[in-house]
């Protein structure tokens, strides 16, 4: 019998395509841990709401790991707080599972609130410790919120408290996101494991810049690379207007949501999400930036990489990041990263070493940096090389250890017979 783990990824499948309103950094970081758990002899099980009742109910995510879509609630994309009202039937779909398969798990691992909720659930049936990582937390959010519309409810607040009050571990993705646990939600410090998130260096890695460039058929002249989703958040007003200030060759790429299409009519702007990318054409059009910025939509990973390869700079204005795994992976294709100065982007980057942090929302600062930036390329092939380095202690095997270490130290019976290696770093 091997360690056996349910990892809870309610709102998200970990292999639904990046770059959507619901997919990112966890998305990557579910898939990759339990991909490396699989491969150091863990039996993991990642559970996640099925979306469409068309796909298969199990889908193999690589040696000793698979994820298991269960009905809760439309199988269909559905709001947050939509699915919290489905949650118990996602761990009575849980709990099914386990039974009809004739299995017991060690741990329970949840990703985000609503997983949390679930999990607390599932530890009390099983009487297991609940591991719970958050990856954003709904107090910091509506910190930075700019309107109401960007608001988290109190529901996620509430639950988020509960989480933080009953989990036998919270995995915090470095030491300011931890400080934040202990401030905002009372959370105790000697409870709070931090382990950050990782990268794939095989996949993100250098190359030569002309090559990248090349591959891409993008023109010659300094480039900026944006890659993340269309949100209010993210700061993405503040990078156009730093753009408005540079020269005139300068073009900005944005990887992330939709690609380039008319600006809607104010009339088709139901959603929060479409009024603001809606918004952000508009903004490119009032700065008269038609031909300098590029929406390209969500990107093939493999494809990413060339764009980080190609550009100058990858840019992360955010109002607020938990970890920012975007810089990594551009640190690991040896691109210099040039920040909002907040979360977790004030460790993922090292200022002056492998980017720059900037004070978040201020476009002036911004582009100043952008500029000094463009205009030297010694420093660009500096920073660069010590991006590269700085990612390669970030690999997913170094990541999934840590992980590993955190599972025994909550269930040492069931990690013993894991010894002789086979929780060590892979090389």
């Given amino acids: ?31 990759e841990t339990a991909r490396e758990l699989g491969r150091m002899g863990v039996a993991v ?28 609630g439309p199988q269909a994309p559905i709001g947050r707080a ?7 039937e996602f761990v009575e779909g849980v709990e099914k599972h386990r039974w009809d398969e004739g299995i017991d798990y060690d741990v329970v ?10 999990g607390l659930e599932l530890r009390e049936r099983w009487g297991v410790p609940l591991v719970q990582m958050f990856h954003t937390l709904g107090r910091l959010k509506n910190s930075v919120a700019l309107d109401a519309l960007e608001m988290e409810p109190e529901l996620r607040l509430s639950e988020e408290a509960r989480i933080v009050a009953s989990a036998d571990r919270i995995v915090a993705a470095n030491v300011v996101e931890r400080a934040h646990l202990v401030w905002y939600y009372g959370a105790a410090a000697d409870r709070i494991a931090v382990i950050p998130c990782g990268v794939d260096t095989e996949l993100f890695q250098p190359m030569a810049q002309s090559t990248a460039k090349d591959l891409l058929e993008v023109p010659p002249g300094p480039m900026l690379l944006y890659v993340g989703r269309l949100q209010p958040i993210k700061g993405l007003e503040t990078l156009l207007d730093a753009v408005a200030r540079l020269g005139d060759s300068s073009r900005l790429y944005i990887v992330g949501g939709d690609a380039d299409e008319p600006e809607p009519s104010p009339m ?18 009032a700065l008269g930036l038609q031909d300098r910025v590029h929406f390209l939509g969500a990107q093939p990973q493999r494809r990413l990489r060339l764009f980080y390869a190609a550009a100058d700079a990858t840019v992360m204005p955010s109002a607020y990041e938990s970890f920012g795994m975007v810089a990594l992976e551009a640190m ?17 980057v090292k200022d002056g070493a492998t980017g720059y942090l900037v004070p978040e929302g201020d476009p002036v600062a911004l582009a100043e940096r952008l500029e000094g930036l463009l205009r030297d390329p010694a420093e660009r092939a500096r920073l660069g090389r010590e991006a590269s380095r700085w990612a390669d202690d970030y690999r997913w095997p170094c990541i999934t250890e840590s992980v590993c270490r955190l599972y025994s130290e909550l269930r040492p019976a069931a990690v013993s017979h894991l010894g002789r290696g086979r929780c060590q770093t892979q090389s």
């Fill in 1 to 31: 019998m091997s360690l056996r783990v349910a990892v809870l990824s309610v709102h998200t499948c970990p292999l639904a395509a990046l770059g959507g309103k619901e997919t990112g950094g966890m998305n990557v970081y579910v898939r």
């Fill in 45 to 72: 099980d990642v559970f996640t709401r099925s979306q469409n009742p068309s796909i298969p109910r199990v889908a193999e995510l690589g040696n000793g790991a698979r994820v298991i879509h269960l009905p809760a």
């Fill in 82 to 88: 939509t699915i919290h009202q489905h949650l118990g």
């Fill in 109 to 118: 691992h949840g990703h985000y609130w609503l997983s949390g909720v679930a």
């Fill in 268 to 285: 088709a702007r139901g959603s929060s999400a479409r009024g603001h990318a809606g918004r952000l054409r508009a903004r490119v059009r």
């Fill in 332 to 348: 690991a294709c040896g691109c210099p990263v040039v920040a909002s100065r907040v979360g977790g982007l004030q460790t993922t």
